[in-house]
């Protein structure tokens, strides 16, 4: 079968890191064209992906050479770039959040629907490992009632943030609730349904910050599980990755998924290795003094484009519904309105 054509609007970490390799370890896709004004990360980009046109402006994707478009741009520009590739008609993958604001989702997802175009949102904390092998424990019943999930995402970093993050207000789409809340926020909700309560926290401490860096929001689902959900680029020391609590027993689960550090570091989707764990790094299940470590699933980010190719050709529906994504944007977006 020919190959789908990819277009990745932007080549910053998202193109980079995520999108650009896997889109080229998949069999089923081509990168067949990179946006990006930048003569660095064209010049990266060249290298990179030799057989892709580099281009300049994003409407150059309308030229009718390409079946699908990645838009890996900066969160507020989001939106409107994606309304532009499915009013062309070109299948679209929005990186997350899908939009700033839930407006602007909603008119994006109901143009794709009257459209017939297909739309989806690249959610890729969904294939961590670990998030996996929560997702196992939580269905097989191994923990018993589950009453309180606590997900952290957190670091100290010392780079230098992209000029768009550090100057782009909350409310806009900077800071870490919709960086990194997005994620959690979407793994709280498949875990366990739908929300009827939200509590948050959006804290500045970065001198002259003017979006937040160390936030927090708690979810109480229709299902009765409360979720605790920490975001933070600021912490000096790391705390769990998940803690999930039981009638039965717990999950405690340090250490971020590895998937991202490989990509970054240049290894392949291919290789052997890529979205295992050490065992070092396994989590532990059972109560405290009989924690024994259990093995952490495989990472599958790679599953994400398989699974979008066979959507593409006929076969299924989008890895990831566009719908799913508006709660996340209408937790966020709310938390916004009422903290300012």
Do not use: C
Not at 218 to 231: D, F, K, P
């Amino acid at each position: 079968m020919t190959e789908i054509r990819t277009a990745i609007i932007g080549y910053g970490l998202a193109g980079s890191v995520f999108h650009g390799p896997l889109i080229a370890a998949d069999p089923s896709y081509s990168v067949s064209g990179i946006v990006t004004a930048n003569p660095e990360r064209a010049a990266a980009a060249a290298a990179r992906h030799p057989e892709a046109r580099i281009l300049s402006d994003a409407a150059q994707v309308l030229s009718g050479d390409f079946d699908l478009v990645v838009v890996a741009t900066p969160t507020p520009g989001h939106a409107e770039l994606a309304t532009m590739t499915v009013t062309a008609g070109l299948p679209t993958v929005v990186d997350k959040p899908l939009a700033v604001r839930a407006a602007d989702a909603e008119r994006l997802i109901a143009l794709a629907e009257r459209g017939g175009v297909p739309l989806t949102v690249f959610q890729n904390r969904r294939w961590d490992g670990d998030f996996l092998t929560v997702r196992r424990l939580v269905s097989e019943g191994r923990l018993g009632e589950v009453w309180r999930f606590e997900s952290r995402f957190e670091w100290l970093s010392a780079r230098p943030r992209p000029a768009w993050k550090s100057g782009t207000a909350g409310r806009d789409g900077g800071g870490v609730a919709y960086d990194l809340g997005a994620h959690l926020v979407d793994q709280a909700i498949q875990l366990f349904g739908p929300v009827k309560e939200v509590y948050g926290e959006l804290d500045r401490h970065r001198e002259h910050a003017v979006n937040d860096d160390d936030s927090f929001i708690a979810l109480t689902h229709e299902s009765g599980v409360r979720s605790h959900l920490g975001m933070s680029s600021l912490v000096a020391q790391r705390g769990f990755r998940f803690r999930v609590l039981g009638s039965e027993s717990a999950y405690g689960k340090w250490g971020l998924d590895p998937q991202e550090s490989q990509l970054a570091s240049g290894m392949s989707p291919l290789d052997d290795a890529f979205g295992t764990e050490p065992a070092q790094a396994y989590g532990l299940l059972g109560r405290d003094g009989e924690g024994v470590p259990l093995p952490t699933e495989r990472g599958a980010y790679r599953a994400f484009y398989a699974l979008l190719a066979e959507a593409l050709r006929g076969g299924g529906p989008v890895p990831v519904d566009p719908r799913d994504a508006l709660t996340a944007i209408r937790v966020i977006e709310g938390l916004h309105e009422r903290l300012g």
